[in-house]
């Protein structure tokens, strides 16, 4: 026989030494999770919830989701991600998450991993990958080898009759500055994680 969700959290609370009741109320309320019914009669997206809260429940300092916003409604997908927040701003405490959502990661992540063609391409801060890879577009006159020389690995080539554009891994102050002087008329464009991930995987 198929358990309710209070009863399924009742039993979980049982097998855990830590617990915060606190929390599991406050989430049951804000995503509206229907404890009275059995788990099989709720919504994908309400069992989702309920298995999320289960694994926050007993606030472990390492927390491990895989897709965990996958069946989430767009509202429960932004209060899920403020938990996550609040979780990971304890410095004694560790989120991990995949997902194919990229917005997502933007919006909590402080630390990606990016994987291409199977093989990870990029480890470490967020903020230093949005740094490091550009997307620049210049006339097709200045495309020389001494341009081309000051630039680092280019993802991807775009180009028509009048402009080249190139997408730039490894990018910095000193590249700009070189670029920048040797084709005023340069467009450097910084790029979102979903823009970013979408150079390098298409």
């Known amino acids: 026989m198929t358990m309710t969700g209070k009863e399924q959290v009742e039993l979980f609370r049982g097998f855990r030494p830590t617990w915060n009741q606190t929390l599991v109320e406050k989430l049951i309320l804000e995503w509206m999770i229907p404890m009275d019914i059995r788990v099989n009669k709720m919504s994908v997206g309400q069992r989702q919830k ?4 289960l694994a926050m429940a007993h606030e472990p300092q390492l927390l491990v989701l895989d897709e965990p916003v996958a069946s989430l409604d767009p509202i429960a997908r932004r209060q899920f991600l403020q938990q996550i927040i609040e979780i ?4 004694n405490r560790a989120v991990i998450f995949s997902t194919h959502i990229v917005t997502d990661v933007e919006r909590v ?3 990606v991993w990016m994987l291409r063609d199977g093989v990870m391409d990029y480890q470490g801060d967020l903020d230093s990958l949005k740094e490091s890879i550009v997307r620049i577009t210049f006339p097709r006159a200045a495309y020389t080898n001494e341009f081309v020389s000051q630039l680092h690995e280019v ?4 180009e028509d009759n009048l402009h080249i554009q190139l ?6 102050a000193d590249v700009e500055s070189r670029v920048s002087q040797l084709v005023p008329d ?3 464009e910084y790029l979102s994680l979903e823009d970013i991930f979408l150079e390098m995987n298409t």
């Open 88 to 91: 990971a701003s304890d410095e």
């Open 109 to 111: 992540a402080n630390q």
């Open 50 to 53: 309920l298995s999320i809260l």
């Open 167 to 172: 997408t730039i891994k490894n990018w910095n």
């Open 186 to 188: 340069a467009n450097i």
């Open 155 to 158: 993802i991807k080539k775009k």
